[in-house]
């Protein structure tokens, strides 16, 4: 087995929108993963969160389709590879 660390729900309320938070969480969670030398496991439903995921540094692994109108981008963080996937090639 691989151990990891899974990022079930991440959010930050609107009013602190743009103040660089989630950057800031994803950065405390990436550094847990660095810490413990595992993988750092999310999943979203939304592209441009994909995106935004892959720009800090997560790669995408596979894009689920769930019905007709819902997908899954499943994401991970390895901390031995800082490389991540280029977001373009998701869309």
Do not use: N
């Not at 930050?12 to 405390?28: A, C, D, Q, R």
């Not at 847990?32 to 995106?51: G, N, P, S």
Request: hydrophobic share 35%.
């Amino acid at each position: 087995k691989v151990p990891f660390i899974h990022i079930e729900l991440l959010a930050v309320e609107e009013e602190y929108w743009g103040h660089k938070l989630m950057s800031e969480l994803i950065s405390f969670a990436k550094s847990m993963a660095r810490e413990r030398r595992c993988l750092l496991i999310l999943e979203t439903d939304e592209l441009h969160k994909m995106k935004k995921y892959v720009h800090l540094g997560f790669q995408l692994k596979k894009k689920r389709r769930i019905k007709e109108d819902v997908v899954i981008y499943d994401l991970f963080y390895d901390p031995e590879s800082e490389k991540g996937s280029k977001e373009d090639q998701y869309e």
